[in-house]
Nanobody, 114 residues
Framework: QVQLVESGGGLVQPGGSLRLSCTVS????????MNWVRQAPGKGLEWVSS????????EYADSVKGRFIISRDNAKLTLYLQMNSLKPEDTAVYYC???????RGQGTQVTVSS
């Protein structure tokens, strides 16, 4: 059974940082490209970042480029999203997504507010 469990969200002030984690099970993580997506209140899903199965290639939405860093530890079956210089518009539920199947976890809430 495929499982993806996000964690690390919370309330942070503008300019602050958070590190999200996504721990997976039930599939061969090292063989799968992964995404982070987010959903702000009242809006649709927005792609945030992608990473190739081996971590060698990453991509970012323009809205987060230069502030967020995606990474993975295939030995630990974990995907990460380091979020720096957070802005109120980054407030959303963040999901990790297995690209092959579109499966995602339950999400973790990130709120950026003073």
């Amino acid at each position: 059974q495929v499982q993806l469990v996000e964690s690390g969200g919370g309330l942070v002030q503008p300019g602050g940082s958070l590190r999200l984690s996504c721990t997976v099970s039930g599939f061969i993580f090292k063989g799968d490209d992964m995404n982070w997506v987010r959903q702000a209140p009242g809006k649709g899903l927005e792609w945030v970042s992608s990473i190739r199965y081996d971590g060698e290639t990453t991509e970012y939405a323009d809205s987060v480029k230069g502030r967020f860093i995606i990474s993975r530890d295939n030995a630990k079956l974990t995907l990460y999203l380091q979020m720096n210089s957070l802005k109120p518009e980054d407030t959303a539920v963040y999901y990790c997504v297995r690209v092959r199947s579109g499966e995602r976890g339950q999400g973790t809430q990130v709120t950026v507010s003073s």
